[in-house]
């Protein structure tokens, strides 16, 4: 079993940036499927991004954040970072990391394990 910590939010202007990170301990993240998720008020929960086991180089993104988040793995420190550049107040939300065992994709409830969560505010 693995355990995620999401940190690195905060309150923001419209077009900074943010680097969120998801420390995991309990087990090595490469060996998951992880994924990024966020969920502002009201709403569902949606995807935004996921990488692919043991690599950076297949990595999906939700429409929305397509060319500006990016997502990315450090094994040797157990960490999976979301970079989000140019923010927008529509990117408001709480942001949840997600591991899976197998090919989760996009679909939440396919996640088998999940932080806490860490709330991202962008001001216009």
């Known amino acids: 079993q693995v355990q995620l910590v999401e940190s690195g939010g905060g309150l923001v202007q419209a077009g900074d940036s943010l680097r969120l990170s998801c420390a995991a301990s309990g087990r090595t993240v490469g060996n998951y499927f992880m994924g990024w998720f966020r969920q502002a008020p009201g709403k569902e929960r949606e995807f935004v991004a996921s990488i692919w086991r043991w690599s950076d180089r297949i990595a999906n993104y939700a429409d929305s954040v397509k060319g500006r988040f990016t997502i990315s793995r450090d094994n040797a420190k157990n960490t999976v970072y979301l970079q989000m550049n140019s923010l927008k107040p529509e990117d408001t939300a709480v942001y949840y990391c997600?591991?899976?065992?197998?090919?989760?994709?996009?679909?939440?409830?396919?996640?088998?394990?999940w932080g806490q969560g860490t709330q991202v505010t962008v001001s216009s």
């Open positions: 997600a591991a899976s065992l197998s090919d989760a994709g996009s679909r939440a409830e396919s996640y088998n394990y």
